[in-house]
């Protein structure tokens, strides 16, 4: 195989008939995640905290949306969309992330009939600038792309108070410490954010369990009454 062509496939990585990335039978083939309560892991509709964890002292969450199920393809998938620029990829994820978002009933009767404010934010991006991505921001680029298809607006929210060390290769209790106030809610979300707003953070697949409730915590910090919700492409087991 030529490095040009591994690059830069003009072919389904999963099937490898000639089609760019991903064919549209095997995008068929990439499972929903089952719809779980993101603490407890049981059977949850639409993703929601369940009613045995939302009161919970530590549960900062209101839900959080899994695109898929973890498999080979999106791992491959996800791979390039990372590290090659892959902005189409991006419009695949978002769209899935929007169908999951758009049949929620709950956030339907929120939107339209409660008339909530709602805004997309997602996971600052300091983590990838040592790879040759230096301002390419995954999470970025696939909330602006959902933003746009649930017309709403994209809001950048926090960001690092300084660098961490690389989460994978630590422990549950190092990471947990090495998160310990990194993120602050930025000055320019401040301004925007009033009172009992919907946030929905994105993110691509790196963010640790322990990131999530970071960031989940910062905001809901600063703005008790904000509902915090989460849309990831696939869960992360620690
Ligand atoms: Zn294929
Ligand atoms: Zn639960």
Redesign the pocket.
């Known amino acids: 195989m030529k490095i040009i062509d591994f690059l830069f496939p003009k072919y389904?990585i999963?099937?490898s008939?000639k089609?760019e990335y991903?064919?549209p039978?095997?995008k068929k083939k990439l499972i929903p995640h089952p719809e779980i309560c993101p603490y407890c892991h049981t059977y949850s509709k639409f993703y929601q905290t369940c009613f045995g964890c939302k009161n919970k002292s530590n549960s900062h969450l209101k839900w959080l949306i899994i695109g898929f199920s973890y498999d080979q393809t999106l791992k491959n998938l996800i791979f390039r969309l990372k590290y090659f620029h892959k902005k189409h990829i991006s419009e695949f994820l978002a769209q899935r992330l929007f169908l999951v978002i758009q049949t929620n009933q709950i956030l339907n009767y929120q939107i339209n009939v409660l008339k909530q404010k709602i805004f997309i934010s997602y996971v600052p991006s300091h983590r990838y600038r040592k790879y040759f991505v230096k301002w390419y921001n995954p999470s970025k680029e696939i909330a602006k792309l959902l933003a746009d298809k649930l017309n709403l607006e994209c809001i950048d929210i926090v960001q690092k108070t300084k660098h961490t060390r690389q989460q994978v290769w630590l422990s549950k209790i190092q990471r947990e410490k090495n998160l310990k106030s990194i993120f602050k809610v930025k000055q320019s979300a401040i301004k925007q954010i009033q009172w009992n707003e919907i946030i929905i953070v994105v993110d691509d697949v790196t963010t640790t369990w322990a990131t999530i409730n970071e960031i989940s915590q910062t905001i809901q910090a600063m703005y008790p009454q904000t509902s915090i919700r989460w849309a990831v492409l696939w869960r992360h087991n620690s």
């Open positions: 389904c999963n099937c008939q089609w991903l064919c039978q095997c």
